[in-house]
């Protein structure tokens, strides 16, 4: 199967900063494709580069098989993008937003009636399409700012960063729908800050740092490309100077932390950790109240490959 | 493209700062000059001469009081309106107050007297005391002198008398003069203040197509970005914004139109069919404005606002919109500088509506239109040339 989303060599500067340093992405048709990358990594430049929106110095873009053009027009009516930034009349209501945004896509209008009523109830804005936007909450904003996205039913669409600043049940309602385009066959490119969103929903996972690709892959992939393994937790009510030092001492373990009652060891990746700390506790006759162990998060493996030094 | 242009047109309907200077502007300002030139006006409009007539015995026995009544009937050509006094001192009471321009009396022989007031202005308006005065002497001396010609001629050859038709004839003075309209409507200098007027509300309604079109615009609004990822094309997007704007800067031009018309009873020649076609050209020549600006590249939408802010003041002044010094300015620019001239829309729809106003045909109204047709024409390819294959290096 060809890609949905072929780019190559892609390399954008502003000035003498290097956006995108020969960026290259594949993604094939049906993945949910998380984008992740610190503040000014390259994600949203590399998305309106793909979309035509800035210009680039070099590389080659293609969608559904075919170059990428500024007047692909038969292209674009087969993408649906929704903005980091809610891009909404603000002199329209809800239900007139969608239509019209709709209309750049679709001409028919009976068809298009039919989208913007199931745009509307997929968003669950059914009680608010008479309002206008400053009428709405800042969710309801980020949802409408979605239907307006995808009331047109695309075949690929972009969401750059589409839950900031929404409360928890609309993140999940956000969350569940694009799970639900995506049944329906729509490829999703995800751009998003929250490590556990991209966990949840993506299929495969790219780490950007300035303007590269650092890390490609499934979310196990990425985890196992790390040297960052298991955390373990056990709730000890003592421990003595001596032991906490052979914890320490033990070949995968990277650093310890006791707070009195609470022992957090943080290992390497390692067959037998949890075995060979829990070994050293029972030699010392150290009982062992709860014990987790907690698999690293994909916030592990993004901090280890771009670092924890602040970004702009 | 129906509901894309639907959806543009609601959205500046809704936006209400665009009516501020678009509609609201005109229709104040023409309101504040109605009550401004209103004097002007009525100083150029001749009203009949209040004259006070001394009623004695002697007034009803003489001719002239048979004159005085000819001149006072009603009608368009009543020249006096007389006020009938019993004596001379409640005339000359009612002449001291300003009730009346000057008295009418006739001596104990039938010959008429005038007495008018000293040479200032009786009404406050300059000059208008000077020209009441001269009607009252020249009816007086008319009198004199028609009725010493009779009485020679009675002496002379009493058989012209035969014939009082021939005597009529001779003694009225349209067989010497004709009246002949060199204008299609009698000159009203004020006028012009108002078409200026219309030339300043149309670049400022160059606002609407202006705000239309940066919301186009990737790079100076999120909307913008969005439309610009969207399936219809450049060129379609340009078309229905054009559109909508023009249908919005048009309805404002009609509906001041309407105002200026009907309220404030501007004259525009009684051809409100060619003053509206005007207005719609006017608009067109807003929207291109509108668009040109818009377009510019490197500029944000406050940057813009104010180059057309600042720029339709600067050409208003050249329209003469800011009183008879800048109307003498305008004239003398448009003298001397006639490409000049052309070149300002302001002043080439203020011609326009003139031309519709002073000249019988409607030649001269056809080159004006053509004249903004043709800027139009060239502003809307200054858009296209910046709006054409446009992409951002950074938004």
């Not at chain 2, 001291?96 to 406050?124: I, K, M, N, Q, T």
């Not at chain 2, 009816?139 to 009779?150: E, F, G």
Request: aromatic share 8%; charged share 20%.
């Amino acid at each position: 199967m060809s890609a949905i989303v072929e780019v190559n060599n892609l390399v954008k500067r502003y000035g003498d900063v290097m956006a995108l340093d020969h960026f290259d992405l594949t993604i094939q048709p049906g993945e949910v494709f998380g984008l992740l990358g610190p503040n000014g990594s390259g994600k949203t430049t590399a998305i309106n580069c793909i979309l035509q929106l800035l210009t680039y110095d070099k590389g080659i873009i293609q969608l559904f098989g075919q170059p990428m053009t500024p007047t692909a027009y038969q292209l674009k009516r087969k993408i649906g993008v929704v903005p980091q930034n809610v891009a909404l009349f603000e002199e329209l209501t809800v239900q007139e937003n969608i239509d019209f945004f709709c209309a750049l896509y679709v001409a028919d209008r009976k068809e298009r009636r039919r989208l913007v009523e199931e745009a509307i109830s997929f968003v669950g804005l059914e009680d608010y399409r008479k309002f206008r936007p400053r009428k709405l909450s800042g969710g309801l904003l980020r949802r409408l700012n979605i239907a307006c996205g995808i009331a047109h039913c695309p075949s690929l669409a972009f969401f750059d960063e589409p839950t900031v600043a929404v409360d928890p049940q609309s993140r999940n309602a956000i969350l569940e729908g694009i799970r639900l385009m995506n049944e329906r066959g729509c490829t999703v490119v995800y751009t998003s800050h929250y490590m556990e969103e991209v966990e949840e929903i993506c299929s495969r996972i790219m780490i950007m740092d300035r303007g590269r690709a650092v890390a490609v892959g499934t979310n196990a992939e990425l985890k196992a490309m790390v040297g960052t393994g298991e955390r373990i937790r056990a709730e000890v009510a003592l421990l003595p100077d001596e032991v906490r030092r052979r914890i320490a001492s033990l070949p995968h373990v990277r650093r310890i932390d006791y707070d009195g009652e609470l022992l957090s060891v943080h290992c390497e990746q390692g067959a037998h950790n949890v075995g060979d700390v829990l070994g050293v506790l029972a030699d010392a006759s150290i009982a062992v109240g709860r014990l987790y162990s907690e698999p690293p998060t994909l916030n592990d493996v993004f901090l280890e490959i771009t670092g924890k030094q602040l970004r702009d | 493209m129906g509901t894309v242009f639907l959806g543009t047109l609601r959205m500046l309907v809704r936006e209400r700062s665009l009516f501020v200077w678009a509609l609201a502007f005109p229709l104040i300002l023409s309101t504040i000059f109605m009550f401004m030139f209103d004097k002007i006006d009525e100083g150029t409009v001749f009203e009949p001469v209040a004259t006070a007539v001394v009623a004695d015995e002697a007034w009803g026995e003489s001719g002239f009081s048979a004159v005085v009544d000819q001149l006072s009937q009603p009608g368009g050509d009543k020249l006096l309106d007389i006020r009938e006094f019993a004596s001379g001192e409640a005339a000359r009471a009612a002449l001291e107050s300003g009730e009346v321009a000057g008295v009418l009396r006739v001596d104990a022989e039938g010959r008429p007297e005038v007495e008018v007031a000293p040479a200032v202005s009786l009404e406050g308006v300059a000059g208008l005391g000077d020209v009441n005065r001269s009607i009252l002497e020249t009816v007086a001396t008319a009198y004199l002198q028609n009725a010493r010609l009779i009485a020679d001629l009675a002496a002379q050859n009493p058989l012209v008398f035969a014939d009082l038709s021939a005597v009529e004839a001779a003694f009225s003075e349209e067989g010497y003069t004709k009246e002949v309209s060199l204008t299609r409507s009698a000159p009203r200098e004020t006028v012009r203040f108002y078409y200026a007027l219309f030339g300043m509300a149309a670049l400022f309604g160059a606002q609407i197509a202006m705000y239309a079109i940066c919301q186009t615009q990737p790079n100076l609004s999120p909307v913008g970005a969005r439309r610009a990822l969207g399936g219809l094309s450049r060129g379609r997007t340009l078309l229905v914004t054009v559109a909508a704007s023009w249908l919005v800067s048009f309805a404002c031009l009609a509906v001041a139109f309407a105002y200026v018309r009907l309220v404030v009873g501007v004259d525009f020649g009684n051809r409100d069919g060619a003053a509206l076609l005007g207005m719609a050209a006017a608009a067109l020549m807003a929207c291109s404005v509108g668009c040109a600006l818009g377009a510019l590249p490197k500029v944000d939408m406050g940057g813009k606002a104010g180059l057309l802010t600042g720029g339709t003041c600067l050409l208003s002044l050249f329209a003469g919109l800011y009183g008879q010094p800048c109307m003498q300015l305008a004239d003398e620019v448009a003298r001397n500088f006639p490409l000049l001239a052309s070149l300002n829309p302001a002043k080439a729809i203020c011609d326009m509506f003139y031309s519709l106003y002073y000249y019988d045909g409607l030649a001269v109204f056809g080159e004006k239109l053509a004249l903004l047709a043709a800027t139009t024409a060239v502003l809307f390819a200054v858009a296209m040339v910046f709006m054409r294959r446009q992409r951002y290096a950074s938004i």
